[in-house]
Each structure stands twice: as structure tokens, then as C-alpha cells.
């Protein structure tokens, strides 16, 4: 059996599971959620999905605020090229990715805040209404932070 992954699984429609998975594979079409409140484990299609959120723990820390954007830093660091991206339902999301291509039905993001809960997510094209890397990526972050302020 694989590793016990703890996930917070967020779907198209704004539906939130939490649990734990052992299959999940960024090329396959399912996985198996085993949910946080014991019920029997079921089948997940990610075609449904708009990220897996791969966490520390199920509570974080509720008067935490993560931080939305990059910190002064590389634009490439071993997690991958800095990119962001700008979810369908408006959430924005900054991180580095060494998997993201167009083409690909996801991708992983490493989170820009490391102080954050998340420890990857895995993000589903399809969810994505624009996805920008490296310089573009900071245009992105600017762009949508002076639209919500």
C-alpha cells in the first residue's frame, strides 16, 4: 500500500472533502478518498475536482491568514518555476511547479507560503481560467490584487 496522504478535496461545484488516500496519481482518472468523519471510503473522479490539497493536518491554524503573492525571491527554486494561477471561482493561488503543462489534465504547486497548511496541491486544468509562470506570474498577482482591493 502507498503513503497515508492527508487531502482536502475541493470540487468544481464548492464542495469540500476531507480524508486520507493511498492511490492518488496525477495520471490516473480517480483515487479513493477514505473521509475524515469514518465513513466507508469512496471513489473520487478528478474530472469533478478543482484542486487536492495535500495538508499537514485538518485544522491548521483558523486565525492564520495565508499570504497571497511571492515573497522577494528566485524565480526558480527546487520546487520548480514560480507560477500562479487564478481559479475559475476567483481564488488565486501562487506557488512553484516543476509539472505544469497546458496539455497535462493537472499539475502540482508547491506553495509559495511555507508556513502555510498546504504542503502540495494539485491542480486541475480545467479549473484554472488563467495560469501564468515565471515575470508573468507577478503580472497575474498584481493584476488580480488590485481588482479585489
Known sequence: M????????????????????QDFFPNRTSFHLIPLDGGSGLEVRTKQLKAVFFVRDFTGDPHRKDFVGFLAGPGETA????IAVLFRDGELMCGYSLSFSPE????????????????????????????????????????VMKKSA
Do not use: C, W
Open 2 to 21: 502507498g503513503e497515508n496522504n492527508q487531502v482536502v478535496v475541493h470540487y468544481v461545484d464548492g464542495k469540500i472533502m476531507k480524508g486520507t488516500t
Open 79 to 82: 520546487q520548480g518555476k514560480k
Open 104 to 143: 497535462r489534465q493537472g499539475f502540482f504547486i508547491f506553495p509559495a507560503d511555507t508556513s502555510s497548511n498546504n504542503l502540495r496541491v494539485y491542480v486541475l486544468t480545467t479549473a484554472a481560467l488563467e495560469v501564468r509562470a515565471g515575470a508573468a506570474a507577478d503580472t497575474l498577482v498584481d493584476r
